[in-house]
């Protein structure tokens, strides 16, 4: 091979581990922003239950409010673990993970403000990080719309469905309270869209006077 031949491969080496650090940057930048984001929403929400258990007026029992405020935080602890322990695993069941996630979720979030989870999860199985980024985005949805989507209701419901349909993995958020006024934006939106174009998914979204209901939609491997 000529100089110039190696020289030109050399180059496309060299742009090629560029390109590959520049994409783990990219990424170690999306899994930063998003454990602060989930933490300062971990925060607001246990800093709700603290004003809620805490300042009724007339209540006596402080021993058992505590102990709620304890509960809350071992529900907050096992939902993290659930979020950062499947990097380690090559592949895992869509159906056994997604239902834990389901059951964290309705333990450190949606029971302590009243709201009922239903989950629907078909079986199936899918690499680890795929699962991880998944259910990053399953739980951004489902606080989103605990925080927001129910400021008045006694029959609040969030249900969740993990689908496999025409070469595709579709995961499902739906409630039914008030329904989004406007386009999703903010901090925890960015973060969403830029978890769905790691695993080249893409997000939809409707609301109606019914509530809000968001898809992410996977594609499966060839």
Same mark, same amino acid.
Do not use: K, Y
């Given at each position: 091979m000529s100089a110039i031949g190696l020289e030109t491969s050399d180059h496309f080496v060299r742009s090629q581990h560029i390109a590959s650090l520049d994409d783990q940057s990219r990424d170690w930048e999306l899994v930063l922003r998003e454990s602060h984001h989930r933490m300062k929403n971990t925060l607001t929400l246990l800093g709700a239950s603290v004003r809620r258990d805490f300042s009724r007026p007339g209540t006596r029992d402080m021993s058992g409010a505590v102990d709620r405020f304890e509960q809350r935080i071992v529900a907050f602890g096992r939902l993290y673990q659930l979020l950062s322990d499947s990097d380690s695993l090559?592949?895992?069941?869509?159906?056994?993970?997604?239902e834990n996630l389901c059951e964290a979720l309705s333990e450190a979030v949606l029971e302590p403000a009243g709201i009922r989870c239903e989950a629907a999860i078909e079986s199936g199985a899918l690499p680890a990080s795929q699962c991880h980024r998944l259910a990053l985005m399953l739980t951004e949805l489902v606080t989103n719309a605990a925080k927001h989507a129910f400021p &008045?209701?006694?029959?609040?419901?969030?249900? !969740?469905? *993990?689908?496999?349909?025409?070469?595709?993995?579709?995961?499902?958020?739906?409630?039914?309270?008030?329904?989004?006024?406007?386009?999703?934006?903010?901090?925890?939106t960015r973060i969403l869209e830029g978890l769905a174009r790691s695993i080249d998914a893409r997000l939809q979204?409707?609301? &109606?006077?019914?509530?809000?209901?968001?898809? !992410?939609? *996977?594609?499966?491997?060839?």
């Open positions: 090559t592949a895992v069941s869509v159906e056994a993970f997604f &008045n209701r006694n029959d609040a419901l969030i249900r !969740i469905e *993990m689908a496999n349909r025409d070469g595709a993995w579709l995961c499902t958020v739906a409630d039914n309270g008030i329904g989004a006024t406007g386009p999703l934006q903010g901090t925890g979204g409707e609301a &109606n006077q019914g509530g809000t209901r968001v898809t !992410i939609v *996977m594609p499966t491997a060839a």
